[in-house]
């Protein structure tokens, strides 16, 4: 029971470049979440999927796109990745939304150059 | 919306000493409250929550939160400190939204033991 994987675990890109993050969770959770962090902010939400087939804007969501892909996977996006995307992203998942508890990953720590 | 500040981006104590991180929240329903910890290089796992009733809440690792609403806080306490606690650590609130729930993060305490 792998519980929340995150690859890839660091990722270095030039402004410009395009990349995904993938997210896949082995609970059978039905609400999945992408954050990031950044040193003095906490965690922001960038995405969540409620339930397989539905997704939804966080707190800060531009430039970014996700897919839900099955119940297990949620990727997210960067189009064209500028500096300001520099941080560590964690995925997380729950059984559900509202009081569940949510299980994160490692997180994958991305730098734009 | 909902909101939370933690109070004190730093706290350093003695081993064996109180440990008291303060969260206050802000909502216009009733929260749901949570305290993760993050151990370095890893993601956040879950200290203890409130959803409802009792108000003192027990978690794992001997730490503990009461909510009280009265002063809309939920401040997180463990009576002796043992250097494995030193973490970053979160408070976050949610509410309820006909199952669109979301979690907001305060912006974390650092907690330094000192030997």
Redesign the interface.
Known sequence: NAGVTQTPKFQVLKTGQSMTLQCAQDMNHNSMYWYRQDPGMGLRLIYYSASEGTTDKGEVPNGYNVSRLNKREFSLRLESAAPSQTSVYFCASSARTGFYEQYFGPGTRLTVT | AQSVTQLG?HVSVSEGALVLLRCNYSSSVPP?LFWYVQYP??????LL?Y?TGATLVKGINGFEAEFKKSETSFHLTKPSAHMSDAAEY?CAV?V??F??????????TRLTIIP
Do not use: R
């Open positions: 981006s749901y290089n890893q993601g956040l796992q879950l929550k959803t979160f949610s309820s939204n199952g669109n729930e979301k979690l907001t993060f305060g912006t974390g």
